[in-house]
């Protein structure tokens, strides 16, 4: 099929590449054109892992085309799938600027009979916005129809994600529509969900959401666990092995960040509350997961109650492993919290230095997890990426000033640590060190 993709953020590039791995003659649109010159030279715009190398092989073959003609790649295609941004204003509304930017470019191009897919994380009613701008700006009379596709791929796991999907969601209104649709996965063994559009806009919030709520249940019941000295992953594991329940998303730490849950779950909030509920369950949910940083630096202020002049390596900026995506990244906020008063920041992450360095005071940037401890008063690990699980810790103990862990993401085993001889705190574990006051 002729496939155009407008927008070549993460879901964008990842879903136009797959689309041409599956045998399709794809164009990806952006209106950066700087963007699209460095794909066309498959310079990749993320840190993705596998990416690149799929872009390659179908850019080559001749099926992944980049370009900043949306014209001509409208006229070209018979699906056209919006994959812009939809990020979240102060009130936590979203802004659909881009995907009504987007809805009215297809209207003056269509020549002809098109669907149009909203791949774009959008709230509920947002296919109704987009079928009116294009029937108010399409001068023909031409025909098309709108469906809701969400896209629930994790950056970090993005390819695995698009070409071993646990579902696919069709929100359409007319059974023919999504049946093309179908056509167009059927080569993915996944269950297909064809429902209404505006039921298929709802499941990725209600997706997001509950993952986001898992996170912060589990946050909460960390903060008992410290109460009462109970260990939270022995909890978590307990808990997860209850089918109906699961084991993933109940790490406890320091909470949820990204380009997706904080904003998805507001968004939610709001269209709730627009709609006439009060989604109180969600208002926690953001609570809860606010209060994690501050809890974690508070932890590091009991150990060391004068924080000026004290050095602290970082390890791990990214707001989770595998990405270089520093969109409400915790470390920003813990990095402005301690070096707001006078701490001394050492960082290192495998990849996100370069995007961290816009967003951080000044900080020293290491050329690894070493260099970062050498002559630290504490380690403090942010980011749970592999290579930090792996580390040979006799040899960092021995070089740092004093040799303490803060482990926001409970990667590291407690015991282990104390008997390397380090002073151990992770959030909500089981340790000598990990007493917080009683109701911080
Ligand atoms: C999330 C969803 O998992 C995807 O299904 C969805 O498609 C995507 O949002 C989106 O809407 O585009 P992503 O934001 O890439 O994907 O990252 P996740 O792996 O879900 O992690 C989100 C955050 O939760 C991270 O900050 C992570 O550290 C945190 N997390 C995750 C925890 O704190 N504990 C956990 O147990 C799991």
Not at 84 to 95: A, F, L, Q
Request: hydrophobic share 40%; with cysteine; glycine share 10%.
């Amino acid at each position: 099929m002729n496939i155009c993709v407008i927008g070549t953020g993460y879901v964008g590039l990842v879903t136009g590449t797959v689309f041409a791995e599956l045998g399709n003659d794809v164009i990806c649109v952006d209106n950066d054109s700087s963007k699209i010159e460095s794909l066309d030279r498959q310079v990749m715009p993320i840190y993705e892992p596998g990416l690149g190398e799929l872009v390659e092989r179908n850019h080559n073959e001749g099926r992944l085309r980049f370009s900043t003609d949306a014209k001509s790649a409208v006229e070209f295609a018979e699906i056209i799938f919006i994959c812009v941004g939809t990020p979240s204003s102060d009130g936590g509304e979203t802004d659909l600027s881009a995907v009504g930017a987007v809805a009215e470019t297809i209207a003056t191009h269509m020549n002809g009979y098109k669907i149009i897919v909203n791949k774009s994380t959008v709230p509920v009613g947002t296919g109704d916005m987009v079928k009116n701008i294009i029937r108010i700006n399409c001068n023909a009379d031409h025909q098309f129809d709108v469906v809701s596709n969400p896209e629930f791929l994790r950056e970090g796991q993005a390819v695995h994600d698009a070409l071993k999907p646990d579902r696919i969601i069709i929100g359409a209104d007319e059974k023919r529509v999504a049946f093309k649709l179908l056509e167009l996965y059927s080569s993915l063994q996944a269950p297909m969900i064809i429902t209404d559009v505006y039921s298929a806009e709802i499941i990725k919030y209600a997706s997001n959401s509950f993952l986001a709520l898992k996170i912060s249940f589990i946050n909460a019941i960390s903060n008992i666990c410290e109460l009462v000295g109970a260990d939270v992953g022995d909890v978590a594991n307990g808990v997860g092995r209850d089918p109906r329940i699961g084991a993933q998303f109940l790490s406890a730490g320091l909470g949820f960040g990204g380009s997706c849950f904080p904003k998805d779950v507001k968004s939610l909030l709001h269209t709730s509350g627009k709609l006439g509920y009060e989604f109180g369950l969600l208002k926690e949910v953001l609570e809860i997961n606010d209060g994690r940083v501050d809890r974690f630096v508070a932890l590091i202020r009991r150990r060391f109650p004068e924080l000026r002049g004290k050095s602290f390596a970082v390890l791990g900026l990214s707001f989770k492993p595998n990405t270089d995506d520093m969109r409400d990244a915790r470390s920003v906020e813990i990095i402005k919290a301690l070096h707001g008063e006078g701490a001394v920041i050492r960082a290192f992450d495998p990849v996100a230095m370069n995007a961290a360095k816009k967003l951080l005071p000044p900080v020293a940037f290491c050329q690894n997890a070493y260099e970062a401890c050498n002559g630290a008063d504490a380690m403090l690990l942010i980011t749970e990426w592999r290579e930090f699980k792996l580390l040979n810790l006799e040899k960092i103990r021995r070089t740092m000033k004093s040799p303490v862990i803060f482990d926001g993401r409970n990667m590291y085993d407690p015991e282990r640590k104390r008997r390397l001889g380090f002073e151990y705190f992770g959030l909500g574990r089981k340790s000598p060190n990990n007493r917080p006051e009683k109701g911080a």
